[in-house]
Nanobody
């Protein structure tokens, strides 16, 4: 069974950091385009960052640029989202996704034209809370 499992969420103060992990189970993430998304209560899903397997490039939504970094550890079959300087606007459930639907149009809240919007495989999500 193919699965993605996220971990690493939690409660931090504004300005704090968290590192989210997305582990692939039953398949390798090496050749996968990976997307990170978030959804806050009452809000639509929002693309945060993505990693392209073809060239290893990463992309981030403007509001997280300079604060979030996405990386891959092939030995651990894991993709990480390092989140620094967390802000009160960042709390949400964060999801990673794989098996992109490359034919889908990007949604309104996509990262941008370089990241896929629709994926076939999603993790269960991990909660990030930012509060003093």
């Amino acid at each position: 069974q193919l699965q993605l499992v996220e971990s690493g969420g939690g409660l931090v103060q504004p300005g704090g950091s968290l590192r989210l992990a997305c582990v692939g189970s039953g398949f390798s993430l090496i050749d996968e385009d990976i997307g990170w998304f978030r959804q806050a209560p009452g809000k639509e899903r929002e693309g945060v960052s993505c990693l392209r397997s073809a060239d290893g490039r990463t992309f981030h939504k403007n509001i997280v640029k300079g604060r979030f970094t996405i990386s891959r550890d092939n030995a651990e079959n894991t993709v990480y989202l390092q989140m620094n300087n967390l802000e009160p606007e960042d709390p949400a459930v964060y999801y990673c996704a794989a098996r992109a639907n490359t034919g889908a149009r990007p949604g309104e809240h996509a990262v941008g034209p370089n990241c896929w919007w629709e994926y076939a495989l999603w993790g269960q999500g991990t909660q990030v809370t930012v509060s003093s």
